[in-house]
């Protein structure tokens, strides 16, 4: 079961990464929304930091979750994006502790009229996030893991969205509920 999980992520991370290449050259770069507040791009990359509390799911230790992805249709109520990650703990670092995962994200309104707007210099628009994803170990035979995240600090300036303080909840590949996380920050920068 689990070999078979880990060879159809590897075959839908493959095509990801093939069809966000296609996608990067084929797409005007002058492409934008209507209002000015959302992405001009559709390829992009992450980096976030993460912590949780899933014994016996996720090892005790700090996180960090690399990606890379595709947002092909953005509008201003919705923009479901598609990415691929690399979620490793690196304090105490343990690369053979990995996994890699797919993730499907819904950005839910981008609302210029935030009460935080003051906070920022640059115009920015508050964009909440919503997103499932499946992670497979990499180098040990660690069970496979689902994990629900949401983004509701989530802003958008310039050229990528930035989050905060998001809540993660992870769950076995039975469905069980396992455990919790934070993310203490999310960026993710669009390619041009």
């Known amino acids: 079961m689990r070999s078979r999980f880990s060879a159809v992520l590897l075959i839908a991370s493959l ?43 996720l090892a005790d230790g700090e996180y960090l979750n690399l990606g890379i992805g595709i947002d092909p249709f953005q509008t201003e109520f919705a923009s479901p994006a598609l990415g691929l990650h690399w979620l490793f703990p690196f304090n105490p670092l343990d690369i053979e502790d990995s996994r890699i995962g797919l993730s499907l994200d819904l950005t839910i309104g981008r609302f210029l009229g935030h009460p935080l707007g003051r906070l920022f210099v640059r115009k920015t628009s508050l964009s909440p996030m919503l997103s499932l994803a499946g992670y497979a170990s990499l180098g040990t035979a660690a069970s496979p893991l689902l994990m629900l995240s949401c983004q509701p600090l989530r802003f958008f300036s310039g050229d990528g969205y930035y989050s905060a303080a998001a809540i993660d909840i992870a769950f076995d590949s039975s469905l069980q509920y396992r455990g919790w996380g934070i993310r203490l920050f999310d960026f993710t920068h669009f390619i041009h």
């Open 15 to 57: 095509t990801l990464y093939g069809a966000s290449a296609v996608f990067a050259q084929t797409v005007s770069p002058d492409k934008a929304t209507d209002d000015g507040i959302g992405p001009s791009q559709i390829v992009f990359t992450s980096i976030a930091l993460q912590g949780f509390s899933a014994p016996g799911l």
